[in-house]
Each structure stands twice: as structure tokens, then as C-alpha cells.
């Protein structure tokens, strides 16, 4: 079998070796900026691709006569009177 790993043991002197640099490097805070703006990119396409599928549903639904097309407002007022009589 290949043993790929370089060192016997995992200690203190590798811990902090990483591709980019040791703990609190610019590596790390660069690679951290990229994946929050990455995860808020993806994010705010998902829901701008969720809104297009749902215009398209709703026209697609509009046009099979299945939803209805919204009209004015509607507004109801009931008035409600009480009468009483003194004995």
C-alpha cells in the first residue's frame, strides 16, 4: 500500500500548514471573503431564478384561465345597529 502522508505523526509542527498559509494569514482571510461573496452570489441567484419560475407559472396559469386576473380593490363594510328598549 503507498503511504502518501510525508510525516509519521500529526503534531504541533504541521498543525498550522495549510496550501494558503498558517492560521490568521492573508490566505485565510482572502479564501473567507471569497466564499462568503460566492455563498451570497449563489444565494441571490437561486432567488432571482425562483422568482422567474414563478412569473412563468403564474403567466402560464393566467393564460389557462385557471387565475383569475386580480381586479380593483375590494372593499366589504358591514354596518351593525343595536337598538334598546328601556322597560
Known amino acids: 500500500m503507498f503511504d502518501a502522508f510525508p510525516y509519521d505523526e500529526w503534531g504541533e509542527d504541521i498543525a498550522g500548514f495549510w496550501t494558503f498559509g498558517p492560521e490568521h494569514s492573508t490566505g485565510t482571510y482572502i479564501l473567507t471573503a471569497l466564499g462568503i461573496a460566492a455563498m451570497f452570489i449563489a444565494f441571490i441567484w437561486f432567488v432571482r431564478l425562483e422568482s422567474q419560475k414563478l412569473a412563468h407559472q403564474q403567466a402560464t396559469l393566467r393564460a389557462s384561465g385557471a387565475l ?16 334598546t328598549e328601556e322597560a
Open 68 to 83: 383569475d386576473r386580480p381586479g380593483g380593490v375590494v372593499v366589504t363594510t358591514t354596518t351593525t345597529t343595536i337598538v
